[in-house]
């Protein structure tokens, strides 16, 4: 296994990343506007780049783990900052400029995520504010006082539609 298959594992892992951060970007306007068809739309294609993400990585660690039984090196640390020392500097440069990207990437979407959830639930309390104010509760209608409510249940034992009428 050679390190360039292993360089284009991580490049594509950055693709699918940026990707993913353009779409968490797109999804903030969809909130913010309200566009549920368009927000749905959008969580269907994330959908699909999380599924490419998860394969991506996996093949990556396996790319991973036969280069380091190819090198003769069975360890629990199978990451890329152990395959550094057993690279050339070329693509030890490359390897780490790329691991530091993806974690840039990884950190921005995070953020975002983070962003997008607080408006989520921003606009849910606001959705269940006006609910409220919509749809005021039995006592809210009420206009007596509550040991006068007790009261007239009592002394008025009639209906209220007068049949004398």
Request: net charge negative.
């Amino acid at each position: 296994m050679s390190a360039k298959q292993i360089i284009q594992s991580l490049a594509e892992l950055i693709r699918v990343h940026q990707q993913l951060n353009e779409a968490a970007i797109k999804k903030m306007d969809f909130i913010k506007k309200g566009d549920m068809s368009a927000l749905e739309t959008l969580v269907r294609e994330e959908s699909k780049l999380v599924s490419k993400l998860r394969i991506t990585e996996l093949i990556r660690e396996k790319q991973v783990l036969t280069f380091f039984n190819e090198q003769g090196k069975v360890t629990e640390d199978v990451t890329i900052g152990a395959m550094l020392p057993l690279l050339n500097e070329d693509e030890q440069s490359t390897l780490a400029k790329l691991q530091k990207a993806l974690v840039q990437e990884v950190t921005i979407l995070k953020r975002q995520n983070e962003r997008n959830q607080s408006l989520v639930e921003e606009s849910l309390r606001f959705v269940n504010l006006s609910l409220d104010l919509l749809m005021p509760s039995a006592e809210d209608i009420s206009y007596t006082r509550p040991h006068e409510r007790e009261d007239q249940a009592t002394d008025y034992k009639h209906s209220t539609f007068d049949s004398r009428a």
